[in-house]
């Protein structure tokens, strides 16, 4: 997945969600763990919140990720 260029933050934890969230192997937009970190709003910005844990996480966008150009056989 590509997670990324989202308005304020590429991700945040629903209000109440106290569970911890596995999320590794997409790409944020950055492969600097704190770039990425600032992007998130869990429970590194509120203890109410579970965390997301995101590394390890994609180091450049996948090649299949968005729009594709599908060749139509006549």
């Known amino acids: 997945n590509t997670i990324q260029k989202n308005e304020r933050y590429n991700f945040v934890m629903g209000d109440r969600q106290k569970l911890d969230l596995p999320m590794p192997g997409n790409w944020w937009g950055s492969k600097e763990k ?32 968005g729009m594709q150009k599908e060749k139509i056989e006549p």
């Not at 965390?51 to 990720?65: D, I, N, T, W």
């Open 34 to 65: 704190e770039e990425i970190g600032q992007q998130i709003f869990d429970k590194v910005d509120d203890d109410e919140l579970g965390q997301v844990f995101f590394m390890p996480a994609l180091s450049a966008p996948h090649s299949l990720v």
